[in-house]
């Protein structure tokens, strides 16, 4: 006699649909983009409403609106990431029942999607990290071409990650003497401000950076010579981090080449 007794948990076919709505929206999936709509639209109420609660004459009555606010969102998205963690294994290398979650479970939306709802428990108020989480928006809008874009930025400035760090290396050497120098020459003066390398360390640094730091300025004529130094020494110097991540976006944008999703390298060859 055929067994007529319904599953007692949701069939194979119901966490594909599932796995396509949360990880992999079509372009044709209505359903797929109205639920990825929804949540980003709660991820921007949430950002938006962080920031209004620091706004007194709008908190001022509304404290159980907002209080309602969070937590029902904050239990949307604890939903969506238990369903994230269901149904990750529709993908081939998370298909383990067991270890295939949990390796998904560390990777870095994954973990970006945790630390969103442990922010709701947090002593410290962290929840304006949750605008992190509109990256999502790419698979919303399916811009998979943008998502290439961003690969290809990233493997790009991998291959120069020992330039930014010469570059990093000579910027602390650089703003490290110029505050020594500055020291030396300004503390005998002005030993209430210029009172350690430390402190006129923080000064070269935000002089090196053409931020300025009005209650610190050099009264000597040497001290004043190293200041000038210091503004072209940091017009060249702090500079080199920004023109690297510019030739590696060029590069990005010019190579029009397929990388590949998992190691990053091109498929047809590096170049």
């Not at 990650?161 to 030396?184: D, G, P």
């Amino acid at each position: 006699m055929e067994d007529l007794t319904p599953p007692s948990y949701p069939p194979p076919a119901f966490r594909g649909r599932l796995f396509h709505i949360l990880h992999k929206p079509a372009p044709t999936s209505g359903a797929g983009r109205y639920v990825n709509y929804f949540l980003t639209a709660i991820i921007l109420a949430n950002c938006a409403a962080v920031a209004l609660e620091t706004v007194p004459s709008v908190i001022l009555g509304r404290e159980v609106a907002f209080f309602w606010l969070e937590a029902v969102s904050t239990s949307i998205f604890v939903i969506e990431y238990l369903a994230r963690i269901w149904v990750c294994v529709e993908q081939t290398r998370f298909a383990r029942p067991i270890t295939g979650r949990i390796r998904y479970a560390f990777q870095p939306l994954p973990m970006l999607d945790f630390i969103v709802i442990a922010t709701y428990l947090a002593p410290v108020d962290l929840r304006f990290l949750r605008i992190f989480r509109l990256t999502r928006l790419l698979r919303v809008l399916n811009l998979e071409a943008f998502d290439r874009s961003l690969q290809s930025i990233y493997h790009a400035i991998g291959r120069r990650k020992h330039l930014l760090v010469v570059s990093a290396a000579a910027m602390l050497t650089v703003a490290y003497c110029f505050a020594a120098l500055l020291y030396m020459v300004e503390h005998p003066v002005q030993p209430d401000r210029f009172s350690s390398i430390p402190e006129t360390l923080w000064w070269a640094v935000v002089t090196l950076t053409t931020i300025g730091y009005g209650d610190m300025t050099p009264l000597t004529s040497l001290g004043k010579v190293l200041s000038g130094a210091i503004v072209l020494v940091g017009i060249g110097v702090f500079a080199l981090p920004s023109a690297i991540v510019t030739a590696s976006i060029l590069e990005a944008g010019a190579d029009k080449r397929t990388l590949c999703p998992h190691c990053g390298q091109h498929l047809d060859g590096e170049r």
